[in-house]
């Protein structure tokens, strides 16, 4: 059980630096920037890891975005965006949230 606890304790504080990370870099570099692209797939990633794909597909989505503003749309970085977000997870809670919004 003891380490199961600091499994929890280490999870959270990953969380919070990739927040901090994602927040500092926003707060240097913009929004659109590579390195902004950078933390959202990287915090993507994480939050998959964990089972949290309804969080992975905000940082993904928003991967997809700023990588087609700052490479273009045929970049590699941006059709690896779309390719994610084609993933059949990431296509329902897409449709989720179109829903969502349409209600």
Do not use: W
Not at 42 to 60: L, P, Q, S, V
Request: overall charge negative.
């Amino acid at each position: 059980m003891p380490d199961l606890v600091m499994m929890l304790i280490k999870l959270c504080l990953i969380f919070q630096l990739y927040e901090e990370a994602h927040e500092l870099c926003t707060q240097v570099y913009g929004e659109y920037s590579v390195l902004a692209a950078r933390c959202q797939i990287n915090t993507g990633i994480h939050y998959e890891e964990c089972g949290d794909y309804t969080k992975a597909y905000r940082y993904f989505k928003r991967y997809g975005e700023v990588t087609e503003e700052v490479f273009g749309p045929d970049h590699p970085k941006a059709v690896r965006g779309k390719n994610i977000l084609n993933e059949p997870m990431y296509k329902r809670l897409h449709t989720e949230e179109t829903n969502n919004q349409n209600s």
